[in-house]
């Protein structure tokens, strides 16, 4: 996935809202694209989903794995991938997203927040939210990165 790529998407994705978590969305924190990306991460109002699907599909993207209402991933002829999270919006601007236990992952209001990528401005998720993303698991070597570069940020 190339930034150009992600601008693509988020061009024919105008008009809905989503917010870009994962490597790319720190790399839009950053201001730079700082690794190699398989996937772009979306977040996205869940009852916007069917315009967003709709957006996409005119790119060739279709449905390839559901783990709804958590997640789900869209592939296109050319192997690009998004990794879909719906959100559910509370009135005071923060989110839930289901999880596969009983407790929602939640995003506050002020985690919503947006970044550069080849100078454009885009929606992105904050440096914080990013970091709790990060937690109970063993990082791989791109996480271990990706934490490099949140503490970084976060040390400004």
Partial sequence: ????DVLEILRVLDGNDVWIGGGWGIDALVGRQTRPHDDLDLMHREEQEPAVLTALAALGFAETLSWRPVRFVLTDPAGREI???PLR?????SA????LTDEPFRYPASCFVTGSISGRTVPCLSVAQQVHFHQGYEPRERDLHDLALLRALSEL
């Fill in 89 to 93: 919006f509370a009135d005071d601007g």
């Fill in 96 to 99: 839930e997203q289901s999880s």
């Fill in 83 to 85: 990794d879909l999270h």
């Fill in 1 to 4: 996935m190339t930034a150009d």
